[in-house]
């Protein structure tokens, strides 16, 4: 659906949506009992909330897609995830908190050891420890590039993040890590023409760099990949009419919401304290996207009974967000992660929405198999806002 | 689908489709004991059909999104909604039976009185009678205006519909109506350069009509809102190969059928006549567009149990078109009315098509839940055409 469309049904009103994403969510069945981590755990409350919910399982970026975080929240939020992209540059800034305008090319990058011929002989520089790696990017953040402003930050260990800010920059760059050892760092060259001024900036970047860091032991030289454009997108607020939030516990899920345009809270430190954080501002939004991790950590890490725990755990939740009463509740993921595959998947995720004005469900239990064959059937998920729009009562009638 | 392809497959040939559209047919439970309209009505004929048929649920327009009556039926007869448009002015003319040329541009208008300051006063001239709205209606047709035709016609009441035909004519103009009383009637501005000309041609019927009508108490001048342009859509028969027929008593309907091609029989009493109708003609088309409307009118009337009454009517002259024996039998709606809503939603619309080759199904009954876990699952509406066409045998094998 046309953004553009939204924005002219879209009614402010004082009814409230609140989607709750758990990471990861959908699963698949262990070879043990044929279940999978839904349908193993014991979640009373979410089978309940399903029985009497639109049901239905969504497709994130499309049927045999397996999404990344960021395709997997934009199709939530309504944005068409093959037509606004998030480079792997701009979710790690986002990972670190780091705040970015539209426009700006970041990139990962990572503290390496060159031999004396100027080869990568360790691609992580021995994982030095992130107190080398903040001070180290105290001192690359000092250098000067032409008409380009420079953030230099540390992530974790070798790891870091890289910002070129500056007017008409782009991202369709080639790395400068030739991504085995043996060989010298690449020079970044621009996949399009109009990439050559920023490719400039990062191979001068480059050899400062390398002239900074020449006597650091082990990590005397850094190198990029992953450059990519912080997106303009529509922002969320102006095109859904909506006081819009989002409550996490991690900085990258903060910079995708801050990237449309939502209100974010500090991070959370868990579950409860995100529930605290919604009840204490719910009077002030009408939107709340509220984002718990803990079912894709243990599904990435291949823990079935850490998943089913985390369920479990998001399970006795649920009621502190009913007693909130919110006219369209949804319960979905970004994203599959079957913990028998250890990694996101591209199976649909379970999706329910809770509203006066759904038509209700014959699903029992909130699985993917009763969820698949519920009456939202299975759908791409960047059709979930606009539904969740109208049983919330925010759209006009379209046509006459 | 692709209209452009639809006419290279489509075969005429002497299989029939009848496609028997029960205006605002989906609904939702009502409180007391959660069943829908459909799941109140004792509708045999309907429920048996559809043990029989392929079932379905069709989203109009898009899911979320509550159509009107023009993007309603223009998906139903297979143009895309988004891309076809026919605005409020055009549905109004339609409404009268005013037969549009594609690129008229049609207005609603209505008499309205003014003060000795010039503002309005009363946007509804206190309800002048259907009458004397016809007699200022032949008045205000005689303004002539240079190289624009002008057609004046009376609705009911204050009401009345203003087209302006002429060459280059657009109707991306804003309205004269200012929406609120104690405020002069506005100027028409175009919203694109190229309505330029429309606005002058508008704005010079507003100046004439003030004079025409200084002297008429109270309806002393007219405000025009929802300038439309009657589109141009490639013609039903043409794409379908169809020799097609509406059979309705709105003349709002017939102008849709009308402006997509098909031939429309003189407005019918009620379904009895409509279904007598269409026996009479029986042999001479191949497909038959039949509306009905009174599942539509107790919904918008909020009258839950006038609608079960219009289902039970609807039902009880199925009997009828199965005599026909017609290769495929199509009972569905243009949109959802909920009697609970009291208005048109966003809800998909229950769909049955009984054809000699439908894999069978499971639904036993003919309602929003029963059609929802049928075959044909969730789909959109503008793919139920190619779905008749096939099941009719009258699309060709696609590619080699």
């Known amino acids: 659906m046309d953004l553009e469309l939204v924005r002219q049904l879209a009614i402010p009103s004082s009814s409230k949506i609140v989607m709750l994403v758990s990471d990861g969510l959908g699963g698949l069945a262990r070879e043990s009992d044929g279940r999978s981590e839904l349908e193993a755990a014991v979640i009373p409350n979410l089978d309940a909330l399903a029985g009497r919910s639109l049901c239905g399982v969504i497709d994130m970026v499309g049927p045999g897609i397996t999404p990344g975080s960021g395709p997997g929240h934009l199709a939530l939020f309504g944005y068409d995830p093959y037509v606004y992209r998030i480079g792997r540059g701009v979710l790690e800034a986002f990972g670190i908190d780091l705040e970015l305008r539209p426009g700006d090319v970041a990139s990962r990058g990572n503290f390496c050891t060159l031999d004396a011929e100027g080869k990568v002989t360790d691609r992580r520089a021995g994982r030095i420890s992130t107190d080398t790696c903040r001070r180290l990017c105290l001192r690359l953040g000092q250098i000067k590039l032409d008409g380009v402003e420079l953030i230099v930050r540390p992530v974790m260990e070798h790891r870091l993040s890289v910002v070129f800010r500056g007017v008409g920059l782009s991202g369709d760059l080639s790395d400068s890590d030739p991504l085995v050892t043996g060989q010298a760092p690449l020079q970044v060259v621009p996949l399009r023409p109009e990439a050559a001024s920023t490719a400039t900036a990062a191979n001068r970047f480059l050899e400062e760099a390398r002239k900074v860091l020449e006597q650091a032991t082990p990590a005397n030289m850094v190198l990029l990949r992953g450059f ?154 960047v059709e979930l806002m606009p539904l969740a729009m109208a049983n919330a009562l925010k759209f006009k009638k379209y046509g006459a």
Chains 1, 2 share one sequence.
């Open 228 to 381: 990519a454009t912080a997106p303009s997108l529509p922002p969320f607020p102006e095109v859904y009419r909506l006081r819009a939030v989002a409550i996490t516990c991690y900085p990258m899920y903060r910079g995708l919401a801050k990237l449309v345009g939502m209100d974010v809270l500090p991070l959370s430190a868990n579950l409860d304290d995100e529930l605290r954080a919604l009840s204490a501002v719910y009077d002030k939004y009408d939107f709340f996207y509220v984002h718990f991790k803990g079912t894709d950590r243990a599904g990435e890490d291949g823990d079935f009974d850490g998943k089913v725990a985390a369920l479990e755990e998001l399970d006795k939740r649920i009621p502190a967000v009913l007693a909130l009463r919110p006219d369209v509740f949804i319960v979905t993921g970004d994203h599959s992660t079957p913990a028998v595959l250890g990694a996101h998947s591209w199976h649909p995720v379970p999706l329910l929405l809770l509203s006066r004005w759904g038509r209700s469900d014959r699903a029992r239990r909130f699985t993917e198999r009763d969820c698949a064959a519920g009456p939202l059937g299975r759908m791409p998920a």
